[in-house]
């Protein structure tokens, strides 16, 4: 079945510094969505890219979709504390089972 | 407009048991879904429905069921609960489906002893 990996599986990094995720399917993906989860929290929507090779930016956030549609990532330049939390890429399932397959998350801890 | 809502927060049951989570999408969503969460992990995805039709299922057994009502308020139904069935239920509403933004609602936490 369809996998949804992503690297690191932790990073610690201090405030003002840059953090990158990356997400890859085992398949094709129609659409790439990326969520957070702050600790003790629900996952929020954050975006979602459809085209090949897509680049959209939300202020500090820079999310790619890869040109095979098979990869994304998520960079976030100079990372305050509110940045805390895990982050998780999520691709359709077209398959026999129509789901949402989340990636295996990304957690982000910012320390002074 | 209210976001999802999901009932009740937190749950402990024993082993055997049978529970039921409620979860209400928001206003103009037709699609439900249920996920969950174990610590530590991404959410799984068990069902997801839309217009009162079971649209999609995940990998889990048959003591998991689910159903959509007419208000498209969704319940999911766990029979003979097991020690691993304890995980963060999410419920996530959307328009249509999982080619849609996903909106989850702040989850059942729940404890099998």
């Known amino acids: 079945g369809q996998q949804v990996m992503q690297i690191p599986q932790y990073q610690h990094v201090q405030e003002g510094e840059d953090f990158t995720t990356y997400c890859n399917s085992s398949?094709?993906?129609?659409?790439i969505q990326w969520y957070k989860q702050r600790p003790g929290g629900h996952p929020v929507f954050l975006i979602q890219l459809v085209k090949s090779g897509e680049v959209k930016k939300q202020k500090r956030l820079t999310f790619q979709f890869g040109e095979a549609k098979k990869n994304s990532s998520l960079h976030i330049t100079a990372t305050q504390t509110t940045d805390v939390g895990t982050y998780f890429c999520a691709g359709p399932n077209t398959g026999t089972a129509s789901k949402l397959t989340f990636g295996t998350g990304t957690r982000l801890q910012v320390t002074l | 407009d209210a976001g999802v809502t999901q009932s009740p927060t937190h749950l402990i049951k024993t082993r055997g048991q049978h529970v039921t989570l409620r979860c209400s999408p928001i206003?103009?969503?037709?699609?439900v879904s249920w996920y969950q969460q174990v610590l530590g992990q991404g959410p799984q995805f068990i069902f997801q429905?839309?217009?009162?039709?079971?649209?999609g299922r995940g990998n889990f057994p048959d003591r998991f069921s689910a159903r959509q009502f007419p208000n498209y308020s969704s319940e999911l139904n766990v029979n003979a609960l097991l020690l691993g069935d304890s995980a963060l239920y999410l419920c996530?509403?959307?328009?249509?489906?999982?080619?849609?933004?996903?909106?989850f609602g702040p989850g059942t936490r729940l404890t099998v002893l």
């Open positions: 206003s103009g969503h037709k699609s």
């Open positions: 996530a509403s959307s328009l249509q489906g999982w080619l849609d933004t996903q909106y």
């Open positions: 429905y839309y217009e009162k039709e079971e649209r």
């Open positions: 398949t094709t993906l129609s659409n």
